[in-house]
């Protein structure tokens, strides 16, 4: 079984050839910006229209698992698709653009961050500290409250990122998302962790 890092070039070179906006969230955001822990999908938000959908799946060629009326679907419904690497079998989950007023402002916000992934040092579009801590809560409420790892992901980002947070802004956008209760408790673990 190859390494993941060639899947992920591979997708991240493919989305660039047909200038695709992407960004990366999730636990590798997580990692990046907190604790580092391993994962077994990576989890990207794109910017993926209709007509790019056959070009996409072209580009991955036999390497990748693609299935072109999933994905259409997906885009349909707003709801995520996967894309698995035959050789490593890692799978990439895509998330499509959300039209939220939440969403869209994390995909302007996101930056060009260098990396160190699958020992190669890469440069990738990044969600930021603060809206990997919001979309993160925002699973963690959807999945029923339960997944300890989304929660210790949260509190990495929070406890390396102290100081350097944005609060006006995650207060706000947790409003929106109808997670503020969870942030607020959240930074009250932090704070007696920390002392």
């Known amino acids: 079984m190859t390494s993941p890092e060639t899947g992920f070039k591979l997708l991240v070179d493919a989305l660039d050839k047909l200038r695709v906006p992407f960004l990366v969230g999730g636990s590798l955001a997580s990692s990046i910006h907190g604790i580092v822990r391993a994962t077994v999908d990576i989890d990207l938000v794109a910017d993926l229209p209709p007509s790019q959908v056959e070009p996409l799946v072209k580009e991955l060629g036999a390497e990748f698992y693609a299935d072109v009326a999933m994905i259409r679907e997906s885009l349909k419904t707003g709801r995520a698709f996967n894309l698995i690497h035959y050789a490593s079998s890692y799978k990439f989950d895509i998330f499509p653009l959300s039209p939220d007023p939440y969403y869209q402002q994390q995909f302007q916000r996101r930056r060009l961050e260098e990396t160190v992934q699958f020992g190669r040092e890469l440069k990738l579009p990044i969600a930021t500290p603060e809206d990997t801590i919001l979309t993160k809560l925002a699973w ?56």
Do not use: M, N
């Open 140 to 195: 963690y409420r959807t999945g029923g409250e339960v997944s300890e790892r989304q929660w210790h992901d949260v509190r990495g980002v929070i406890e390396v990122q102290k100081g350097r947070l944005d609060l006006a802004y995650l207060r706000k956008w947790a409003a929106h998302l109808r997670v503020e209760e969870l942030l607020e408790r959240i930074f009250g673990e932090c704070e007696q962790r920390l002392r």
